[in-house]
C-alpha cells in the first residue's frame, strides 16, 4: 500500500544527544513536510522540501536539521540545541500542485529522558 | 501571527446534535487552499476536505457539510447529527505558494461526543 511511514513510534532522548526520526513515503510526491505538535497546540512547520536536495526553513526550525537525498526520505534530526524537544512530530508529503492535500504519517512521539 | 483562528477550543454536544466547527483565515494571496483534518485519539492526521480560493460552493459529504465565506475569510465545518465517532480534534489549516504549500494550522477544536 502507498503511503509515509514514520519511525519509530516511540523515541527517548538523553540531554545532549541528537536523535533522527525516519520519515518515508512511497506515494511518489516532490514535497515533503514536519510538523511538531505540542499538547493543545495545532501543528507547527518545522521545515519543508519541494525537491531533492533543496529545504527551507520553518516556523520553528531552530535546534532541528533535515536532509533530502532521495525523494523518498525525510529524516529529521532533533539536535541537543533544541531545548525543549517533548513533542509529537508529523511528518507528511504532497504532490507538487498546491491543492493536493497533505499525507500524514502516523506520527513519532518524542520524549525526554 | 496566527494565520488560523479556530475560536472554539472545546465543544461538546450530545448525540444527533448538530454542530459547527468555525475557522476563520487571514493572508494576502489570491490563490490559497483551505483545508480541514480530523485527529482521533490514535493521533494519526485524516484529510476531510480542501477547498481553493476560487471556488466558494459549499460542499456536503455525507453528515458533513463545508461553508466557505471569502467575504468574512471563514470556513466552517458543521457535522449533522453527530456520532459519538465523530469525538475527535479537528483543525483547519491554509496553504500559500509563497510557503511551499506547507500547512498553517490552527490550535484544533477538541469535540467530544457524548451518548
Same mark, same amino acid.
Given at each position: =500500500?502507498?503511503?509515509?511511514?514514520?519511525?519509530?513510534?516511540?523515541?527517548?532522548?538523553?540531554?545532549?544527544?541528537?536523535?533522527?526520526?525516519?520519515?518515508?513515503?512511497?506515494?511518489?510526491? =516532490?514535497?515533503?513536510?514536519?510538523?511538531?505538535? =505540542?499538547?493543545?497546540?495545532?501543528?507547527?512547520?518545522?521545515?519543508y522540501s519541494q525537491i531533492v536536495n533543496d529545504f527551507q526553513k520553518g516556523d520553528i526550525a531552530e535546534?532541528?536539521?533535515?536532509?533530502?537525498?532521495?525523494?523518498?526520505?525525510?529524516?529529521?534530526?532533533?539536535?541537543?540545541?533544541?531545548?525543549?524537544?517533548?513533542?509529537?512530530?508529523?511528518?507528511?508529503?504532497?504532490?507538487?500542485?498546491?491543492?493536493?492535500?497533505?499525507?500524514?504519517? =502516523?506520527?513519532?512521539?518524542?520524549?525526554?529522558? | 501571527?496566527?494565520?488560523?483562528?479556530?475560536?472554539?477550543? @472545546?465543544?461538546?454536544?450530545?448525540?444527533? @446534535?448538530?454542530?459547527? #466547527?468555525?475557522?476563520?483565515?487571514?493572508?494576502?494571496?489570491?490563490? %490559497?487552499?483551505?483545508?480541514?483534518?480530523?485527529?482521533?485519539?490514535?493521533? @494519526?492526521?485524516?484529510?476531510?476536505?480542501?477547498?481553493?480560493?476560487?471556488? @466558494?460552493?459549499?460542499?456536503?459529504?455525507?453528515?458533513?457539510?463545508?461553508?466557505?465565506?471569502?467575504?468574512?475569510?471563514?470556513?466552517?465545518?458543521?457535522?449533522?447529527?453527530?456520532?459519538?465517532?465523530?469525538?475527535?480534534?479537528?483543525?483547519?489549516?491554509?496553504?500559500?505558494? %509563497?510557503?511551499? %504549500?506547507?500547512?498553517?494550522?490552527?490550535?484544533?477544536?477538541? #469535540? #467530544?461526543?457524548?451518548?
Amino acid at each position: =500500500d502507498g503511503g509515509i511511514t514514520q519511525s519509530p513510534k516511540y523515541l527517548f532522548r538523553k540531554e545532549g544527544q541528537n536523535v533522527t526520526l525516519s520519515c518515508e513515503q512511497n506515494l511518489n510526491h =516532490d514535497a515533503m513536510y514536519w510538523y511538531r505538535q =505540542d499538547p493543545g497546540q495545532g501543528l507547527r512547520l518545522i521545515y519543508y522540501s519541494q525537491i531533492v536536495n533543496d529545504f527551507q526553513k520553518g516556523d520553528i526550525a531552530e535546534g532541528y536539521s533535515v536532509s533530502r537525498e532521495k525523494k523518498e526520505s525525510f529524516p529529521l534530526t532533533v539536535t541537543s540545541a533544541q531545548k525543549n524537544p517533548t513533542a509529537f512530530y508529523l511528518c507528511a508529503s504532497a504532490g507538487k500542485q498546491g491543492n493536493q492535500p497533505q499525507h500524514f504519517g =502516523d506520527g513519532t512521539r518524542l520524549s525526554i529522558l | 501571527a496566527q494565520k488560523v483562528t479556530q475560536a472554539q477550543t @472545546e465543544i461538546s454536544v450530545v448525540e444527533k @446534535e448538530d454542530v459547527t #466547527l468555525d475557522c476563520v483565515y487571514e493572508t494576502r494571496d489570491t490563490t %490559497y487552499y483551505l483545508f480541514w483534518y480530523k485527529q482521533p485519539p490514535s493521533g @494519526e492526521l485524516v484529510f476531510l476536505i480542501r477547498r481553493n480560493s476560487f471556488d @466558494e460552493q459549499n460542499e456536503i459529504s455525507g453528515r458533513y457539510s463545508w461553508n466557505f465565506q471569502k467575504s468574512t475569510s471563514s470556513f466552517n465545518f458543521t457535522i449533522t447529527a453527530s456520532q459519538v465517532v465523530d469525538s475527535a480534534v479537528y483543525f483547519c489549516a491554509l496553504s500559500e505558494a %509563497y510557503s511551499g %504549500y506547507a500547512l498553517n494550522f490552527g490550535k484544533g477544536t477538541s #469535540l #467530544l461526543v457524548t451518548p
